[in-house]
Antibody, heavy 118, light 112 residues
Framework: QITLKESGPTLVKPTQTLTLTCTFS??????????VGWIRQPPGKALEWLAL???????RYSPSLKSRLTITKDTSKNQVVLTMTNMDPVDTATYYC??????????WGQGTLVTVSS | QSVLTQPPSVSGAPGQRVTISCTGS?????????VHWYQQLPGTAPKLLIY???NRPSGVPDRFSGSKSGTSASLAITGLQAEDEADYYC????????????FGGGTKLTVL
């Protein structure tokens, strides 16, 4: 049974750096073909893909946010960490991590709402 | 503005059939990349509904089906039920954006 759960601050100030952790179980990020991605959703708006890390440490980022994002993995802890620099109120959103099964995001975490406000 | 274009809303009465379109371009759907569909019930995380254009994960009713042609894809829901009221998103890969994953803008399905 695959499960994922996001954790991190619920409130950050403008210009601060956001660090989110995805802790998962039921699969290994050292298995060929496996990936974990981050997707966000501002309140009342659409899903937006942010970043993806593969089992072989290949990393992909949204072109529009690439300069602000870093994704890393700790295979031994079954965790993936996303950092986003220079947070702005427009970055207020629910942030999801999801298991990437060679195409679709087939398992999702429950999401964590991050509010950016001073 | 999303790379994949979906109608903002569709509606139908219980028992009816509705379709949701997802229009892309030659760098994503038209290039042969797979389209996946997600259902997001109110207040919950998205759930994979259709993968690889037309495949249903285990547990998804066969009332849901997907298809792809040219630069577009479609999600069809037959025998509409009240519990189908949700937001639906398509997703694919775009080769013009440094290997970017892309979502559609989402479609709100209202069951009348």
């Amino acid at each position: 049974q695959i499960t994922l759960k996001e954790s991190g601050p619920t409130l950050v100030k403008p210009t601060q750096t956001l660090t989110l952790t995805c802790t998962f179980s039921g699969f290994s990020l050292s298995t060929s073909g496996v990936g974990v991605g981050w997707i966000r959703q501002p309140p009342g708006k659409a899903l937006e893909w942010l970043a993806l890390i593969y089992w072989d440490d290949d990393k992909r980022y949204s072109p529009s946010l690439k300069s602000r994002l870093t994704i890393t993995k700790d295979t031994s802890k079954n965790q993936v960490v996303l950092t986003m620099t220079n947070m702005d109120p427009v970055d207020t959103a629910t942030y999801y991590c999801a298991h990437y099964g060679s195409g679709p995001f087939d398992y999702w975490g429950q999401g964590t709402l991050v509010t950016v406000s001073s | 503005q999303s790379v994949l274009t979906q109608p903002p809303s569709v509606s139908g009465a219980p028992g009816q059939r509705v379709t949701i379109s997802c229009t892309g371009s030659s760098s994503n759907i038209g290039a042969g990349y797979d389209v996946h569909w997600y259902q997001q019930l109110p207040g919950t995380a998205p759930k994979l509904l259709i993968y690889g254009n037309s495949n249903r994960p285990s547990g998804v009713p066969d009332r849901f089906s997907g298809s792809k042609s040219g630069t577009s894809a479609s999600l069809a829901i037959t025998g509409l039920q009240a519990e189908d009221e949700a937001d639906y998103y398509c997703q694919s890969y775009d080769s013009s954006l440094s290997g970017s994953l892309v979502f559609g803008g989402g479609t709100k399905l209202t069951v009348l």
